[in-house]
T-cell receptor, first 112, second 114 residues
């Protein structure tokens, strides 16, 4: 089954404790992306990747890191989480940059 | 000015009516336009995409794109209570900007009344 898998689905952590949210797709997609969704602000793109080893900033990259060492995986790293990073996070992938994006189920993160 | 604007709603329509959702965008060179549906607590799922001016129909859904006026709309015919959700407009900006970001509107909440 074609899918985008995010883990964990729910995470509660404390300020400053490094964490990684994983994202994996099995569709051989080139383009992968991370979004955060906050009430009233909609979906905002954090980082995206055009292909392996090619990443670029979205609209809200501060406080986040990403890597794309393999085509299927695109982890989101929060080196020192802060309460303002409490949000619902989505990973998405598409065949290429202008194509339809398929979304993972989401990760709800709370930073205390 | 926001790059992609949508009326937040809620837009309430009776069952069986046509729901009309609108979206305007600021980047005149934008090339790809998408409508996603998102149920509360769920991930967005694609409803329609459109690349060229004009109308594109898929079942009860019609996407309309007018690049000169910089708007894209979604019509839902014969609206059903199961269509009640938030509809997100997404725009893939022009490659002349040098980026391949996606810009989403904040979404329009649709309520179909039985």
């Amino acid at each position: 089954e074609a899918q985008v898998t995010q883990n964990p689905r729910y995470l509660i952590t404390v300020t400053g404790k490094k964490l990684t949210v994983t994202c994996s797709q099995n569709m051989n997609h080139e383009y992968m992306s991370w979004y955060r969704q906050d009430p009233g602000l909609g979906l905002r793109q954090i980082y995206y990747s055009m292909n392996v080893e090619v990443t670029d900033k979205g609209d809200v990259p501060e406080g986040y890191k990403v890597s794309r060492k393999e085509k299927r995986n695109f982890p989101l790293i929060l080196e020192s989480p802060s309460p303002n990073q409490t949000s619902l996070y989505f990973c998405a992938s598409s065949l290429r940059a202008k194509n339809i994006q398929y979304f993972g189920a989401g990760t709800r993160l709370s930073v205390l | 000015q926001k790059e992609v604007e949508q009326n937040s709603g809620p837009l309430s329509v009776p069952e069986g009516a046509i729901a009309s959702l609108n979206c305007t965008y600021s980047d005149r060179g934008s090339q790809s336009f998408f409508w996603y549906r998102q149920y509360s607590g769920k991930s967005p799922e694609l409803i329609m995409f459109i690349y060229s001016n004009g109308d594109k129909e898929d079942g009860r859904f019609t996407a309309q794109l007018n690049k000169a006026s910089q708007y894209v709309s979604l019509l839902i015919r014969d609206s059903q209570p199961s269509d009640s959700a938030t509809y997100l407009c997404a725009v893939n900006p022009s490659t002349t900007s040098g980026t391949y970001k996606y810009i989403f509107g904040t979404g329009t909440r649709l309520k179909v009344l039985a």
